[in-house]
């Protein structure tokens, strides 16, 4: 059974940064696209960042410059690196596998930036 964990959220400072982590288990790794997803009280899950598998990247207008997602192929593991971030970037955020029909997700990790 596939199962992601993310870990690495907390309350940060506008301004601050924080590194997320997702550790995959129960499947083989290489073959599946990973996602970053958020979700804000109040609004829908949007797409944040995400690699394929051939390592090429995509991120949301919102993050670009800011947020860096990357993958450890030996440890099963992908992250997402955040800086300068901002009030808005308050949700929970999810990690996310995708290959054809397949979709799994993490249970979140709440991220909040407040002063």
């Known amino acids: 059974q596939v199962q992601l964990v993310e870990s690495g959220g907390g309350l940060v400072q506008p301004g601050g940064s924080l590194t997320l982590s997702c550790a995959a288990s129960?499947?083989?790794?290489?073959?599946?696209?990973k996602n970053w997803y958020r979700q804000a009280p109040g609004k829908q899950r949007e797409l944040v960042a995400g690699?394929?598998?051939?390592?090429?990247?995509n991120y949301a207008d919102f993050v670009k410059g800011r947020f860096t997602i990357s993958r450890d192929d030996t440890k099963n593991m992908v992250y997402l690196q955040m800086r300068s971030l901002k009030p808005d970037d308050t949700a929970v955020y999810y990690c996310?596998?995708?290959?054809?029909?397949?979709?799994?997700w993490g249970q979140g990790t709440q991220v909040t930036v407040s002063s």
């Open positions: 129960g499947t083989i790794f290489s073959i599946y696209d």
């Open positions: 690699i394929n598998r051939f390592g090429r990247t």
């Open positions: 996310n596998f995708h290959a054809g029909q397949y979709d799994y």
